[in-house]
């Protein structure tokens, strides 16, 4: 066989007998990859293509083929991989000529690549496809994909854009993408794109796409798709995506008009903007005009971690579609969620962490729920041509098993017939808000006529917890259900919100003047109506206003008078049903010895973590707690904290900052962690059963199992601080970090802090100059045309008011809602006033309250009963009798009796049953039972059971021998 240095040399290589193959060392140098054995066709006459067919100058007929198998290598084109050529010529000839090609390791440079249809491009894992010229003029991509065109491999591509490219600043949808796809049944997989400018994937009209495994890293735009049927992305990431330019929406996915999609596994980390990148505009995913769609498995984090707000993610114009299991954390500003005219859709499993958000701050929203801006209000007039849909409210969707933590809103609903159902809200000032009349705008791409009133939603089994004001604020609305709340440690449970009192210094006919000074014009469509004690007057539009009187669209009903009060509201309030549910606040409690922390603060006001070692359920975000006994120094011992956040991977520990000293006045004093002296002695020894080394403690004391936890602090020998990582044995603890030295039977102490938590709610239910009816478990207690349920109570208003203080009887004919105010030990047996059928809920707001059910008209308990405060007392009416449900501040049944205790016992590794005597009488099937394993060796219960004597531990694997080792806390109720 003969050979040739490189293309040139064959090209001038004539065929003679005998030499019928030749081996070309390189397409240009020795070994630069375009080698291979050619063969000689001596009936071909095809044209060269510079890669495998070479034609000989001189000869006619008879060419030069390359002798291969498997897919074809663009070095053998010419293509060079060192980073220092343009290889886009040798590239894109290899893809004019073979379906299949692949580039191998190696920097490519090039200017684009047009891939034809019916072809795929193997980019290798560590291939780079490097842009080095942009194209100003056509939408070419760094790679463009025409009709069945696959690109896969696990290779680069790079846009080469850098982040201060004054290009940034051109319009949207011109240059600088990664991946520019304009045929259908395309398919990408295993690509990372990079350092685009613009869209990292465009696709625009293209049906039938599979995006699979896809990185974008450090790109100026995320993956749009337009008009993209049946569309289907799998494991699609960002990684610190950064929006520098200023006339274009900055997005990390788009999808706009697609139908039948499905989106999985949707990955974004550390989204960020310069300050010059629009406000609001800037989204993780938006979702716009699409139907029939799955969106699931979204992980955003680290969302606009400095400069910009924005949305996480934006739904708007979506019908028939789904969006699921879904975690968005770290976002600054704006709302979690917006659903925007969506219909018949179903939003469910989602986790907004509004932790960061400043809850004060009225810009932010775990989700929003209103009319649709489709009308191309998120794409530029070069999109003329894309689908526009009416617009209108979001309805006929389910919002299920949501979370929202933080904020000021949690969910803020501005649409009709929609249902929540599990969904919770902790710490946001209003947990759910329910606003006004939607109206719509009149100008540019954000056009709308409707006037629709936010009507027919229902909450089912709803929650809101430590909301600053309220858990469902009622703005307004009509025909709203709230069925079965939870509603705990709001300031208020439920209640309406007024916008704008006022009081009459003159009027007329149609005009009503009012000495607070107004903004011209600026309650133009509100309606106003008056509200002096029970004195009621129609809703009356406002058509124009000056800066001191309103004109109103017709005669006033009843002519209001100088002095008399009245509102402006947003819309006329209709009708709110609320059924069921537990309002209360849990705060009145003192928990001994839960909470732990080191002495590592330098100062009170920099204490920022607290560990709790039980109950730590009892503890949320934004919840004001006092620490007992920490401060010395000062007018008080105490010391207020807030929890500002929780600490995800321990539920035990949780963040908090300090607020004041117990009394109310400023911290001042300094840091006296409580004490309590261990019994016995501890010994220390390294212990080397994880990767890193750490410490076991021996106890000696007879008690050192009951007074010793996980997660507590202890001062060891009066020197070294530690913390308790886990038990091994009821004598023997890890430790979360090795001691300086071992220790050998010394004393020490335990930081055991008391904790107490802070009453919130104020009022349960407060409804205020309220317009429309207020039903409460089928009764109305507030009605439009009258006020009978509440005529001692100006304005319409229904709060929980006082029972007679220290009254065996208490009257109740004032409301359907009430509080205790005893002052002395007062034994109730009776309820006066009551009428057949009437329904009426007692907040427990003392300590002095019993509730006597023998030899009573009280009746459903067969004991008396010592409340407690946050009780609730849920009682009915037959003629005779109150029958009563006792509701626990936990919100369980209160049991007629219970036990608790701890067991000890020995593991063999042969047993699998262990028996506890729990020795309460009345004891079914249907008891409630709870075992808590407080040991390593009793984790893994497999299940529970228990009859009229004993409680029967159930393991599937035997526990491992050893002598008391197994420990188990356990409850029984009847």
Known sequence: MATVSNFTALRSYIYSAGNESVFVQGYNLVSDGGQGIFFWNPNLSENDDDGTII??????????????????????????????????????????????????NGIYNITGITMPSNTTLILNTNARLVQTVYNNTSKIGVVRMNENCSLIGGGIVDANASVTNPQRTTPYARVNYGIYITGNNCFIKDIIIQNTIFDCIYAQDSDNLVVNNIKGVNVGHGASFIRCNKLTISNYSLVNPYFAYTNSYPHCLDLFYCDNYNVTNVNLYNVNASSTAPSYAISGITLGGNSNGVLSGVTMNGFLTT????????DDGSINCVISDVSIKGWLYGVGLEIQGCRNCLYDNIVIDGTRLNNLNSGSEGIHILDTAITGGLLTPSFTTAQVRDRSLSKDNTFSNIKIIGGFTGIRVAGSYNKFINCEVIGASYGFRLCQVQGGVSEGYWQSNIVEYIEGNEFINCAAKQCNYFGFAIFGGQENKIINPRLINNQTGIGNIRNLTLIASSVSANTIESTTTLVPNAWIGYYIYITNGNDLNDYQIIKSNTSTSFTIGSNWAITPNIGDEFVVVDNPQGAVYINGGLITDDQSFTFNGIGSMPNTYSSLDTISQLTITTLAEKFNFNQKIKLLNLVSGASSSDLVVQISSLNYGSTDVVNIRPLTLGDGSPISGTLSLPMVDGSGTITSSNYTGFTAVTSIITGTGTDFKNEIDAHYWILIDNTYYAQILQSLSSTQYLLTNQLPVDVTNVTFKIVKIDVQGIPSQMNGIAFNRYYGEVIIDGQTLISNSSSTNLNLFRSRSAIYIKLEQNSFAPNVTKSLFYSTNNSVLTNITNFSGGTIGKQIKIQVKDNYTVLKFT????????????????????????????????????????????????????????????????????????????????????KNISWVDLDLTSIFINYSTPPPSGTNNLLWDWEVKV
């Open 55 to 104: 034609k000989v100058t001189s000869v006619t007929t008879g060419r030069w083929v390359r002798l291969f198998s498997g897919t074809v290598d663009v070095r053998w084109f010419g293509a060079v991989g060192k980073g220092s050529t343009d290889d886009t010529t040798s590239i894109n000839n290899a893809l004019t000529k073979f379906q299949t090609v692949q580039i191998t």
């Open 855 to 938: 030899s009573s008209n009280l009746k459903g308990y067969n004991a008396d009963y010592q409340c407690q405060v946050g009780d609730i007392i849920a009682a009915i009416y037959d003629g005779v009798n109150w029958y009563c449900n006792i509701i626990t501040s936990a919100g369980s049944l209160l049991p007629s009796a219970e036990k608790f205790g701890r067991s000890v016992q020995s593991g063999n590794n042969v047993k699998l049953i262990f028996t506890i005597n729990h020795g309460l009488s009345g004891v079914t099937a249907a008891s409630y039972i709870n075992v808590t394993p407080r040991s390593s060796a009793a």
């Open 307 to 314: 400069v910009k707000n924005g949305l996480p993610i934006a």
